[in-house]
């Protein structure tokens, strides 16, 4: 009976181990990965847990992407999913394994964003999932105008919770409904016995240098400061306000500047450490209750492609071009409405008239070579690739610079003495504060409204100038100005009167040389979209 007893006990233990063996080894199903999202868990940690799951069940056909969509699971979990144990993926189908860093930026670009503001553009990081950014407080600035985009095509405003000037630190909020990919990077907690960073270290940034987005580069953690990181990583213009990457894709700083030497080395870059934007960050969450969230609402883009390079080389090569139509005033502005082929123009126009006197001189030689001089050879397609010429419309209003009446009283009655040499006092007539285009009876939304600091500061025997304003400078899409309007009208406000309109209504033929300026364009994307 004994024996019996413990045979059944053996059995029973033995089933028990196979039942728990089972359990254990259940497979990662679609519901296990949503149940993941909605804890908060980042893409890096979804990710990890389905490499290390011995067995996966996902259902990947259509019906059940769509149900991962709707539960906001990011596209790079989307795709570990359909390749559980595979390598990744290169998109070339050459089967080459990617390294960590090219791994981890796959996934940590989702988390990256450009922000631009009136005063330029730099680069922000997503430290939440309800919408919170962090980004370096001179990227915003005193800016009314706050955008964050996330990719080409899709850009959504943002609102400026908390700024820290001293530490360089912002914190922006948005609505991130519109972006379903977006992800919150993992911040870097401080631990004194096993800190996040350590000296020769590697460490990654990904940030918006000059005209490009989303741009990976490395380097070392060279030295390691109470606020700040030193090292040799590459921090070009745009890059202000990116994450600093660990060795294990955590954010341990923010990318504030870059040092770098006249003397032939790479120079150094700083980077204010993460844990000294920690009061900005609480102080943001506390005005998250009392601040309204900006509606997730696509703003305007940049085009993706260029002005057609031929089309220049055709437009600098006329004899006669009539410039007036892009200049004219209103009230106390200049306005400069800037096409790509004016710009252009303006930009090459010495050298063609050089050209043509060295050619005209080497004409009255039969020996001499002939054409020898050719400036639009320079004119290459790779300026197409850095964004040199973008389709799209300028519109840019300077205050004018005028003698003050004063000055004028005073140097009229020193003539009347006899003095002829007091010096012109010239300021500013007005501040730019901001403008609108109205095509018809809508107002066309502007891709960027620009502001430009304008500083003159010049004392000789004839004029006495020093003052500072800020001009403003618009960039528009190409189809802005166009004959179907009707009228067409510019709409400036000053800082001294933020409340006063001034209207300039845009005559037939500036409408209409804007329109045929880009006319190369339309035909372009005209061809285009017939193949």
Same mark, same amino acid.
């Given at each position: 009976?004994r024996r019996l007893l413990a045979c059944v006990f053996l059995l029973c233990s033995l089933m028990s181990t196979y039942v728990i063996s089972q359990v254990q080894q259940k497979p990662l199903s679609n519901e296990d990965v949503i149940a993941m999202v909605s804890l908060g868990l980042s893409d890096d940690v979804i990710v990890e847990k389905i490499r290390a799951a011995p067995a996966t069940n996902f259902d990947t056909g259509l019906e059940g992407l769509k149900a991962l969509k709707g539960a906001k699971v990011s596209d790079a979990v989307l795709k570990i999913m359909i390749s559980p144990h595979g390598s990744?993926?290169?998109?070339?189908?050459?089967?080459?394994?990617?390294?960590?860093?090219?791994?981890?930026?796959?996934?940590?670009?989702?988390?990256?964003?450009?922000?631009?503001?009136?005063?330029?553009?730099?680069?922000?990081?997503?430290?939440?999932?309800?919408?919170?950014?962090?980004?370096?407080?001179?990227?915003?600035?005193?800016?009314?105008?706050?955008?964050?985009?996330?990719?080409?095509?899709?850009?959504?405003?943002?609102?400026?919770?908390?700024?820290?000037?001293?530490?360089?630190?912002?914190?922006?909020? /948005?609505?991130?409904?519109?972006?379903?990919?977006?992800?919150?990077?993992?911040?870097?907690?401080?631990?004194?016995?096993?800190?996040?960073?350590? &000296?020769? &270290?590697?460490?990654?940034?990904?940030?918006?240098?000059?005209?490009?987005?989303?741009?990976?580069?490395?380097?070392?953690?060279?030295?390691?400061?109470?606020?700040?990181?030193?090292?040799?990583?590459?921090?070009?213009?745009?890059?202000?306000?990116?994450?600093?990457?660990?060795?294990?894709?955590?954010?341990?700083?923010?990318?504030?500047?870059?040092?770098?030497?006249?003397?032939?080395?790479?120079?150094?870059?700083?980077?204010?450490?993460?844990?000294?934007?920690?009061?900005?960050?609480?102080?943001?969450?506390?005005?998250?209750?009392?601040?309204?969230?900006?509606?997730?609402?696509?703003?305007?883009?940049?085009?993706?492609?260029?002005?057609?390079?031929?089309?220049?080389?055709?437009?600098?090569? @006329? &004899?006669?071009?009539?410039?007036?139509?892009?200049?004219?005033?209103?009230?106390?502005?200049?306005?400069?409405?800037?096409?790509?082929?004016?710009?252009?123009?303006?930009?090459?126009?010495?050298?063609?008239?050089?050209?043509?006197?060295?050619?005209?001189?080497?004409?009255?030689?039969?020996?001499?070579?002939?054409?020898?001089?050719?400036?639009?050879?320079?004119?290459?397609?790779?300026? @197409?690739?850095?964004?040199?010429?973008?389709?799209?419309?300028?519109?840019?209003?300077?205050?004018?610079?005028?003698?003050?009446?004063?000055?004028?009283?005073?140097?009229?009655?020193?003539?009347?003495?006899?003095?002829?040499?007091?010096?012109?006092?010239?300021?500013?007539?007005?501040?730019?504060?901001?403008?609108?285009?109205? /095509?018809?009876?809508?107002?066309?939304?502007?891709?960027?409204?620009?502001?430009?600091?304008?500083?003159?500061?010049?004392?000789?025997?004839?004029?006495?100038?020093?003052?500072?304003?800020?001009?403003?400078?618009?960039?528009?899409?190409?189809?802005?100005?166009?004959?179907? /309007?009707?009228?067409?009208?510019?709409?400036?406000?000053?800082?001294?009167?933020?409340?006063?309109?001034?209207?300039?209504?845009?005559?037939?033929?500036?409408?209409?040389?804007?329109?045929?300026?880009?006319?190369?364009?339309?035909?372009?994307?005209?061809?285009?979209?017939?193949?």
């Open positions: 009976m990744p993926s290169t998109g070339s189908g050459s089967g080459r394994v990617l390294d960590e860093m090219s791994t981890k930026f796959q996934v940590l670009r989702n988390g990256v964003v450009t922000v631009w503001s009136e005063f330029g553009h730099g680069t922000g990081f997503i430290i939440s999932k309800d919408g919170l950014v962090l980004t370096n407080q001179h990227v915003v600035g005193p800016s009314e105008y706050l955008a964050l985009q996330f990719d080409p095509t899709r850009k959504i405003p943002a609102v400026l919770l908390a700024s820290d000037p001293e530490r360089d630190v912002a914190v922006l909020w /948005c609505d991130l409904s519109a972006i379903p990919e977006a992800i919150s990077l993992d911040i870097a907690k401080p631990d004194e016995l096993n800190p996040p960073l350590v &000296e020769g &270290e590697r460490v990654f940034t990904i940030g918006s240098p000059l005209n490009q987005q989303k741009v990976i580069t490395s380097g070392i953690a060279g030295k390691i400061e109470k606020t700040a990181i030193i090292s040799d990583i590459n921090i070009n213009h745009g890059n202000s306000g990116g994450p600093l990457f660990n060795s294990q894709g955590q954010v341990v700083g923010i990318t504030t500047f870059g040092d770098f030497t006249s003397h032939g080395g790479p120079g150094i870059s700083g980077i204010l450490r993460i844990d000294e934007a920690a009061s900005t960050i609480n102080a943001a969450k506390i005005k998250m209750v009392t601040v309204k969230r900006p509606v997730p609402s696509l703003l305007p883009v940049e085009p993706g492609d260029s002005f057609p390079i031929d089309a220049l080389k055709s437009i600098l090569s @006329q &004899e006669k071009f009539d410039a007036k139509p892009y200049f004219f005033g209103v009230g106390d502005f200049d306005i400069t409405l800037i096409t790509p082929p004016l710009k252009y123009r303006a930009e090459r126009e010495s050298e063609m008239r050089a050209a043509k006197e060295k050619n005209k001189r080497n004409r009255k030689s039969e020996l001499a070579v002939q054409d020898s001089f050719r400036p639009l050879d320079d004119l290459k397609n790779w300026e @197409q690739y850095i964004g040199e010429y973008k389709p799209v419309l300028l519109v840019r209003a300077t205050p004018k610079l005028r003698e003050t009446g004063g000055s004028i009283f005073l140097r009229s009655l020193a003539a009347s003495g006899g003095a002829y040499n007091v010096p012109a006092k010239m300021r500013f007539k007005t501040d730019f504060y901001h403008m609108k285009l109205v /095509c018809g009876s809508k107002e066309v939304n502007p891709i960027l409204p620009g502001k430009i600091a304008h500083v003159v500061d010049v004392r000789n025997g004839l004029v006495n100038a020093t003052d500072a304003t800020y001009e403003g400078f618009y960039e528009y899409p190409a189809d802005a100005i166009t004959p179907s /309007c009707g009228q067409v009208s510019l709409v400036l406000f000053a800082e001294k009167k933020p409340d006063a309109a001034i209207t300039k209504n845009l005559n037939d033929k500036t409408i209409g040389r804007i329109f045929d300026d880009f006319a190369p364009y339309r035909s372009e994307q005209a061809a285009s979209s017939v193949h």
